[in-house]
């Protein structure tokens, strides 16, 4: 007959030792996986910092570009209007004419730049701001878009464009702008960009001596504007090459 041994249920008591070492492995397989979560966010965090700031140096040295570029046009710019002044006040010196080698280049070019910051407001809009490690650079990313949006592409543009349309509406009302209409054809038959515009005349329709010092003014307030534009641009130029080194100097992009 065959016999069926029964299995001992009774399980032997573990003792302390065997408990501590059972709760130190679990402890130190969790310790283990939080840290090593934290270094896996912190390298995630160090990637997205360094992606961000070669992006920012990018358009910070474009916008450095475009000032120099811009600070030249103005510099250009000031002894034509002080001859358009001239020639709107002294009107009949020159037969009652505007003289399209200082008007054109008036009409024909834009004298502004509006900075795109499209790096900085993708950092702050997203909240990763945090993630630039280095606080002093942080102050001065937020400083140097700060300026850029209550002085220039705020404040001093729209006081530039707000100039230059003055002038073009005052010699809407008083010129003859038949040569003027001649070479936008032109431009347009030729697929020539307006800043390679021929040189054009403007005949004034009128000889008071007011409405004539009112134009005139317009260069001048125009020449004004230019003033304070470039020293806009000259500081916003010194803060975006100042955050550029600091970059430089901690993460060491221009080794790259």
């Known amino acids: 007959m065959e016999v069926h041994h029964h299995p001992d249920l009774h399980h032997k008591k573990k003792n302390f030792k065997e408990y501590f070492l059972e709760f130190l492995m679990i402890f130190l397989a969790v310790t283990l996986g939080?840290?090593?979560e934290s270094i896996r966010e912190h390298l995630g965090d160090k990637s997205k910092e360094r992606e961000y700031l070669t992006s920012m140096v990018s358009e910070l040295q474009y916008d450095t570009a475009q000032y120099s570029h811009l600070m030249q046009k103005l510099n250009y710019l000031r002894p034509i209007l002080d001859s358009l002044y001239i020639n709107a006040k002294e009107a009949k010196r020159f037969n009652y004419v505007l003289q399209g080698r200082w008007n054109t280049p008036v009409n024909a070019e834009?004298?502004?730049?509006?900075?795109?910051l499209t790096t900085i407001e993708q950092l702050k809009s997203s909240g990763n701001l945090r993630l630039i490690d280095d606080k002093n650079i942080a102050r001065k990313i937020v400083g140097y878009a700060a300026y850029v949006q209550n002085n220039i592409l705020e404040a001093r543009t729209g006081a530039m464009n707000s100039a230059a349309d003055n002038i073009y509406a005052q010699e809407d009302a008083i010129s003859d702008?038949?040569?003027?209409?001649?070479?936008?054809?032109?431009n347009i038959r030729n697929n020539i960009p307006i800043e390679n515009s021929d040189l054009y005349d403007m005949p004034l329709l009128v000889k008071d001596s007011v409405t004539l010092n009112k134009l005139a003014n317009s260069f001048v307030n125009l020449k004004g504007r230019n003033y304070g534009y470039s020293n806009v641009l000259t500081h916003a130029d010194t803060l975006a090459t100042q955050l550029i080194q600091s970059i430089n100097n901690k993460y060491h992009f221009s080794n790259e």
């Open 110 to 116: 834009s004298y502004t730049y509006q900075p795109s």
């Open 34 to 36: 939080f840290f090593a």
């Open 177 to 186: 702008e038949k040569e003027f209409n001649k070479k936008i054809d032109d």
